[in-house]
């Protein structure tokens, strides 16, 4: 393959507008619900929601062994697609169980217990989703994920408001979106993986069914399971915990803060949703790249996709400085705009969590995940220090700061491994080359030969 196969064709382009218009809608309803809820109740409702998804977030996230991203990327087909769905049934039981363990030591609010079993129902049929999209991305049928997107932020907002507008209960409301969106998963998610021929037809039929037959089937994916499922899954519950540490120790500190913190900080963390749409994107070509040893397709796709978020995070940032304070008062209330500084700091935040974000896919696509796992502990060693340390006599100011330096930190921690990673496929490249042109040289050949003690044609010095 040459170069020019890795440059960003019109079909990329064409394929990255839809999944980043979905994940901007399904981003931008999420938003309005928080919204809706800052402007119905008060700030201390909206906190029990926030500590709620602070818990089971993280949960899921672990649960969900990172699947997709195994999936998407393995364009080789090393595992079928059973073994991706049986293993993400797996960690849905592993979340639920997790759920119903570390609920009652977190609250004992009946409230925040409803909400957490309606976020774990809700994030349940979003891991189906997940792997129907996790196909879908290998096989570039990126315009369905954009239009599933589109459709759940759609449904979803729509349920959520009408029922939160008749009854001014968050519980009724989120039951509403939970169900909103397992009529999506099953009415179109679902529908769609069928008609493509990315979904296993039936996983039922494929289940072991004695004690033995189990342990054959483990020995058979411990690979997939042990050497990149769960090192993977730690790897993504990093950034789900780093983003959780500030929530639980503002919600013990003061609940009513928490709430303003959720409904501040949902928008300049959704702003990594889009560099996580055009990571996604580009992923499996960031793979295939890799395995060609194609150091210039790596650069130019990564190149462009760069200067594409680093833009986005700076019109932001710019936007947030010139009206936040107008729209912290139309969206929530007058009460928000009063944390419009704080909000301007969120946004650089957000905006160096893009940029990393990215990163964060290009080295998941070439499976540097030792690396990654070395610099995610540091990481969030110093975000629970910040948010320890900070958040106890500042809160939410305190909890602001932790955020940005951590993000800060991550963004410039990531990209010193992808700038190391390309070092790694370029030496990978040029040895190769060097191995290409010496077989091709029958002077240079003899010339070793005669040098060398082993048969002939060996590449010895190699």
């Known amino acids: 393959m040459t170069s020019a196969q890795f440059r960003p064709p019109s ?7 839809w999944l980043v218009c979905g994940q901007f809608a399904l ?3 999420q938003w309005a619900m928080l919204a809706l809820g800052a402007k119905t109740m008060g700030p201390e409702m909206l906190g029990r929601w926030g500590l709620a998804t602070a818990v089971v977030s993280p949960i899921a996230i672990f649960g969900s062994l990172n699947l997709r991203g195994l999936l998407a990327t393995d364009i080789k087909h090393h595992w079928s697609l059973t073994d991706y769905f049986q293993l993400r049934i797996f960690g849905s039981v592993l979340t639920a169980i997790l759920t119903l363990v570390i609920a009652p030591l977190v609250s004992q609010d009946p409230v925040v217990w ?8 809700q994030r349940t049929f979003e891991g189906a989703s997940e792997m129907q999209y996790g196909a879908l991305q290998r096989a570039h049928h990126n315009r369905i994920i954009g239009q599933s997107f589109l459709g759940r932020s759609v449904i979803s907002l729509s349920a959520f408001a009408a029922i939160l507008y008749t009854t001014r209960s968050l519980v009724w409301a989120l039951t509403a979106q939970a169900i909103a969106g397992v009529i999506m ?4 998610d679902r529908v769609q993986s069928i008609r493509l021929g990315v979904r296993p037809q039936s996983l039922g039929m494929e289940w072991p069914r004695s004690r033995q037959e189990w342990k054959a089937w483990y020995a058979v994916r411990r690979p997939l399971i042990v050497g990149q499922a769960i090192p993977y899954s730690w790897l993504a519950l990093t950034p789900a915990l780093m983003a959780a540490a500030p929530r639980w120790m503002l919600g013990r500190a003061d609940v009513a803060a928490l709430g303003y913190f959720t409904a501040l900080i949902y928008g300049p963390t959704a702003m990594s949703l889009v560099a996580g749409a055009l990571g996604q994107t580009i992923q499996p070509r960031l793979a295939a790249a890799w395995h060609e040893n194609n150091v210039t397709g790596i650069i130019t796709l990564l190149r462009r996709s760069v200067l594409l978020v680093a833009l986005l995070g700076s019109v932001a940032v710019i936007t947030v400085l010139l009206i936040g304070d107008t729209v912290l008062t139309y969206l929530y209330r007058p009460d928000y705009a009063a944390y419009t500084t704080l909000l301007v700091w969120m946004t650089v935040g957000g905006a160096s969590q893009m940029v990393g974000t990215l990163a964060g896919y290009s080295l998941s696509a070439w499976r540097r995940v030792t690396d990654q796992q070395r610099s995610a502990r540091y990481l969030l060693g110093l975000n629970f220090l910040l948010s320890v340390a900070l958040i106890p006599h500042w809160k939410f100011a305190g909890a602001v700061a932790a955020v940005v330096i951590t993000n ?3 963004m410039l921690s990531v990209w010193f ?3 190391r990673s390309i070092g ?3 030496a990978r490249s040029e040895q190769f080359t060097s191995l290409a042109l010496a077989a091709e040289d029958p002077r240079d050949i003899g010339h070793d030969t ?4 082993g048969p002939p044609n060996s590449f010895h010095r190699y």
């Not at 079909?11 to 507008?17: D, F, G, N, Q, V």
């Open 11 to 17: 079909r990329i382009r064409h394929e990255a507008l």
């Open 27 to 29: 981003a931008l309803s």
């Open 114 to 121: 409803a909400c957490m079993a309606l976020v774990l129902v």
């Open 185 to 188: 998963y099953w009415s179109f």
């Open 408 to 410: 800060v930190a991550q």
């Open 417 to 419: 491994l992808v700038r």
């Open 424 to 426: 790694i496929c370029k």
């Open 450 to 453: 005669e040098k060398s003690s």
